[in-house]
């Protein structure tokens, strides 16, 4: 599978993603931004911030099927600002 995509391509999509859903709005690219970063390559993208919401990983160590994952559940997710 890694021989149908590129792994730059893919960390980049990514990387624009986590500048998408940053924690406030003003820090988000723009649409048009988003465009000009995906297209031209030579681009420098800055670090993305920690995303408006996210899963502490020591709350998945502790799960064993995606079941008990389900965020129905008693349990509060909270995040950390």
Known sequence: MSESFDIDEVKRCIQVGLLCVAQYAN????????????????SKLSLPQKPAFYLERSYFDNKTSSEELNTNSMEEITTSS
Do not use: H
Not at 27 to 42: A, G, I, K, Q, Y
């Open 27 to 42: 820090d988000r690219p723009t649409m048009c931004d988003v465009v000009s970063m995906l297209t031209n390559e030579s």
